[in-house]
């Protein structure tokens, strides 16, 4: 097996044996990037980090666990001195000044892919060109976070770092084979992750496998002073397996192939001994209206910040307004689209009608898992309605949007949820588990009873 | 939901950014999805200020320190300060 082809799990153990060393590692995460799949907007061939951990190695120091493991960064978390574009014309040539909470001492690969500020479902946002699906070169790898799916998914680093704000983890991890989690909301902290949806991001781990997901988050997840938003909430231990299969999300327009693989693994799990029940998510219906109001509202206000004076691409301009729509024009066009409807949405005279009918709506949302959860333990569907589709296909906004229909409630609510490979061959699909709030463990232990048997 | 020249000028001027012939034409389809909401009932129905129920998180109102690492990222600046054109 090829060093970068290794888990964390088994990278951390051959360093530790001195099988290898970090610099052969990063070395042959460094070979694997090619310009084809596209990544990475941002390769770090800088061996310093890696060298360090190896002097530390050879002083007999003992090594982390994620110390000298190469690791991807979604472009629009803030690493201390790399570029830090958002996937945007507006911050093409911005250098982060600080990292954000999640870096710690890490040996960061580059910095990857993603649709403009997050925004989309496809990596075809990018203002830089999109990233590919490594199973398939003619399909998106999913998005936002499709660069650091792909990443995983190719061995282009161990694993990866990326957000999610309506399923940009998730989606991506579902199209490209890999594991996406997204922890519940509040339990990572959000300091340096350029803000899209502020009720509704969170920063999670893409990895190989669902141990590595459990490694990666317990190195990021923590209360944090600078993001008033975080919590330190503690997870309860809860046993048994009651699972719980929402019926609104088994109806026209998934895919054949899609809703066979989710129901035979989770056959696979009644094998194994869990209880299997039909529940209902009644306002699951309602819940994209819900989301992209919200969405579309907090992105207005959050990129209201991109004017050119403080930072990033700055136009001139006969005064100060010219400047902010020179500099403003540079936005892509879903971008644009999305601050209009939000600055709609928010306006006077609009803002009962949309903005504060979605938080009602999405308080709806919220009280369905709560009732489901005091029947079931987690809740299975499919991560996405179909499997990861061809460049150009959904061309349509609203037709995008539609692709997002399973993991939006789960940002509304504010819940964890993790997207598993469920498919042994062909293209892959992902199966997304939920869990009840800090339940993060919970989920990743159903997702390893999966992982493990079919191993 | 048709949306009015006027509208869209007018939104455009509170986002900052220049109004576009494609708005006329996508944005009145993403309303009308939006628009879905209205089947539902809500007059009872608080609406979320925040998921995870935490209020007023505080903490004191003291500089952190990396002041020059930040004006120097500014396009314009003068004297440790972010410069900008006439407001008035």
């Not at chain 1, 709806?364 to 809740?379: E, G, S």
């Amino acid at each position: 097996m090829k060093l970068n082809e290794l888990t964390i799990k088994k990278a951390h153990e051959g360093l530790a044996n001195k099988d290898f060393s970090a610099k052969e590692l990063l070395q042959a995460v460094l070979s694997a990037i090619d310009k084809d799949i596209n990544a990475y907007l941002f390769v770090n061939d800088d061996l310093k980090k890696a060298k360090q951990v190896d002097e530390k190695i050879r002083n007999g120091e003992e090594i982390g666990i994620l110390e000298g493991i190469p690791l991807a960064v979604k472009d629009n978390i803030m690493v201390k001195g790399m570029k830090c574009t958002a996937g945007s014309k507006l911050l093409e040539n911005y250098v982060a000044p600080y990292n954000a909470t999640v870096i710690k001492n890490m040996v960061i690969v580059g910095k990857t892919n993603l649709d403009e500020f997050a925004m989309g479902s496809s990596t075809e946002n990018s203002a830089f060109g999109p990233a590919k699906n490594p199973c398939d070169l003619k399909r998106v790898p999913g998005g936002s976070s499709g660069g650091s799916a792909a990443a995983v998914a190719a061995h282009q680093c161990i694993a990866a770092l990326g957000s999610d704000t309506g399923g940009s983890i998730r989606q991506p991890a579902s199209f490209c084979g890999v594991v996406g989690l997204k922890p519940t909301y509040g339990r990572v902290s959000r300091y340096g992750l350029i803000a899209y949806g502020s009720s509704l991001d969170q920063i999670g781990p893409l990895t190989k496998t669902v141990e590595d997901a459990e490694i990666l988050l317990k190195a990021i997840e923590g209360k944090d002073v600078k993001d008033s938003t975080s919590s330190g909430i503690k997870e309860k231990d809860i046993s048994g397996l009651r699972i719980g299969i929402p019926k609104e999300y088994f109806v026209e327009g998934i895919a054949s192939e899609v809703e066979q693989a989710v129901r035979e693994v989770i056959r696979e799990y009644e094998q194994m001994g869990a209880k299997v029940t039909e529940i209902s998510l009644p306002h699951t219906e309602y819940a994209l209206a819900s989301y992209y109001i919200i969405c579309m509202a907090e992105a207005s206000s959050n990129l209201a910040r991109y004017d050119g004076i403080k930072y990033g691409l700055s136009e001139k301009g006969k005064d100060l307004l010219e400047g902010y729509l020179k500099t403003r024009e540079n936005f892509g066009k879903e971008i644009k689209r999305r601050i209009m409807l939000g600055t709609y949405v928010l306006s006077a005279g609009y803002y009962d009608a949309y903005y504060l009918k979605a938080q009602k709506v999405r308080a709806l949302i919220k009280d369905d898992f709560v009732k489901a959860f005091k029947k079931v333990d987690v809740i299975m569907t499919p991560t996405s309605p179909t499997v990861a589709f061809k460049f150009g296909e959904k061309s349509d906004p609203v037709s995008m949007y539609l692709s997002d229909v399973y993991t939006v409630s789960v940002n509304l609510a504010g819940l964890p949820a993790i997207s598993i490979p469920c498919q042994k061959e062909g293209l892959p699909i992902g199966l997304q588990i939920i869990g009840n709030y800090f339940q993060d463990g919970k989920i990743m232990e159903t997702a390893k009873m999966y992982e493990n048997q079919s191993a | 939901m048709k949306l009015t020249k006027e509208q869209i000028k007018e939104t455009a001027g509170l986002a900052r950014l220049r109004p576009e012939k494609e708005f006329q034409k996508d944005l009145p389809a993403i309303l009308d999805f939006m628009e879905k909401l209205n089947e539902l009932n809500t007059d009872k129905i608080e609406p979320v200020s925040h998921i995870t129920g935490l209020e007023n998180v505080t903490r004191e109102d003291k500089a952190a320190g990396f002041k020059e690492d930040l004006i120097s990222l500014a396009p314009q600046k003068e004297n440790g300060c972010v410069k900008v054109k006439n407001v008035l």
